[in-house]
């Protein structure tokens, strides 16, 4: 491996950990919130923060200097995260029911379940596996979030409880461990 690429490998792994982390915040305290503990337009911030950070993430892998097709895909499904953390902030300020986010919800959980497939496919390493248990979480959360919102099923006890373990599991433990060089 040249020294370009390991510092190109290097640098999308500290990218990772760095959306990662935010990740893990905004589903903690967005479970929170679900669960009643932080009020409606509290949760602004960290979600506006968090689709910031995920949407700076994803230009950088799409339109950096090193771009290709995997950190253009990389991107494309960064944004999806980005573009769900922005939603959940402006219908704080609005007066929606969320039906919008719950179908675009569906979209995403649609989109993560080829991408785990793949990912559990192609996985050589402990990090590609634990990439593709995440995707699998994700679907799963997103799907929650479908029902919840767009079809208005009586889970949001349990859609809080599972977004503030899936923050914790999928984002910020492996986040900060990315970040401090541990994983």
Do not use: C, H
């Amino acid at each position: 491996m040249s020294l370009r690429a390991a510092k190109r490998g290097r640098r999308t792994i500290m990218l990772l950990g760095f959306a990662l982390l935010y990740v893990g915040a905004v589903l903690f305290l967005n479970g929170l919130w679900l669960l009643g503990r932080i009020q409606d337009r509290e949760i602004i911030v960290i979600n506006v923060v968090s689709g910031f950070v995920t949407l700076s993430v994803a230009m950088s892998s799409a339109f950096g200097v090193d771009a290709d097709l995997a950190s253009v895909k990389a991107a494309a499904l960064t944004l999806l995260f980005s573009t769900t953390y922005l939603w959940v902030a402006y219908n704080r300020t609005v007066d929606v029911d969320g039906r919008g986010l719950g179908w675009f919800s569906l979209f995403v959980a649609i989109t993560a379940v080829p991408v785990a497939l793949q990912s559990f496919a192609n996985s050589s390493t402990a990090l590609d596996l634990w990439m593709a248990l995440n995707w699998s979480a994700w679907a799963v959360l997103w799907f929650m979030y479908f029902l919840l919102l767009a079809l208005q099923r009586p889970i949001l006890r349990q859609t809080g409880i599972v977004t503030l373990l899936v923050g914790i599991g999928t984002g910020w433990l492996p986040g900060f461990l990315l970040l401090e060089g541990l994983l």
